[in-house]
C-alpha cells in the first residue's frame, strides 16, 4: 500500500471536489436536472484528473533516490474512492520503451542503434504499412529523403491529406494518422514517442523492447527483467552480475541503459456516475522540479 501516494492524491482530489460542489450547487438552481448531472460529472472528472497528476507530480519530485524502480511510491498508487466514483492512476516512465523521436538524431551512432531498432521489430513483426525511414524522414526538420524515406510524402486519414510534419510525434498516437489501423496497435508494444531519449530504464522494460534496442541483450533480457521485478536496479552496473554480462557487452550497452527516468507518463481513469472517463499527461522532472508538458483527454488506451 502506497500511503503517502494515495493520501496526497485523496487529499487533492477532496479538495477540489469541495470546490466544484459550491459551484454545482449554484448551477442546480440553474438548470435542468438532467444537463446539469452530465455537465457536473465531465467537469469534475477533469477536475479530479488534473488533481491526480498534480499529487504524482509533488510525490515524484520529493522521490530523491538515484534510481526509478517499480518499487517506488509513484509506480504504485492504489485507486481513490470519491464521491460518485473512483480515480485510478497509471504511471509510467516514457523511457520503458523505445522513443521513436530519436530518429531525429542527428549522432549518427546512436540513429543507427535506434534505426537498426526500429527496422528489427517492424521486420519480425511484420509491419508493412509505413516504414522506419519513412517515420524518420516524417519527424526530421530536413527536407533531405532517407533511404526508403518519404519526405514530402502525403498520407491520408479519414479522407484528409496529413502531409509530411517535419517536427517531433508529439505522442504515439499520432503515428495512427499515418500508419494502418492493423499495425498501430503491434508497434506501440515496443515504441513510445517523448524528447528522443537515448536510454531505456532497465527497471521498467521488457524483454522484448531490451532485445530490440540491444541484440546483444537478447539471451540475458529475461534475467533483467526478472531481477527488476524482484529487487530492481539501483545502479545500472548490477546489470552485470545479475544478468551474467560481460564486461564488454556491457560497455557496448551503457549508452543505451539507465535506472533512472526524467519524462512520466500519467494515464488517469476517473469513473463517476459508472463512467470511465480518461486523462493523458506527460510530465517531466529536473532535480526537484516538475513541469506539466500535455494534459489531454482521451481513449482507453497507451498515449506514450
Known sequence: MNNR???LISVLIFISFCAMAVIVMYENSMKSYEKTSDDFYDS?????AVSAVKGVEEVIKKDDNAYDYAFDDWAKIPPTKVPYGTVSVYVRPVNSKIDLNTLKLTDDKAYDVFMAACE????DENIKSISCAEIADYIDSDEITSTGGGEGRTYTFNGADIRTKNAPLNSLAELKLIMSAEDYPVMKKYFTAGTGEKTIN????DAETISALLPDLKNSADSIVSYAGSDGFKDVSTVKTAAGISESVYMEALPYITVKSSLFYIKTTVTLNNRPRFYHALVSKNVNTMRLIRFMAGPDEQFY
Open 5 to 7: 501516494g494515495s493520501v
Open 44 to 48: 469534475q472528472s477533469e477536475i479530479y
Open 120 to 123: 528489427k521489430v517492424f521486420d
Open 202 to 205: 532497465i527497471n521498467f522494460a
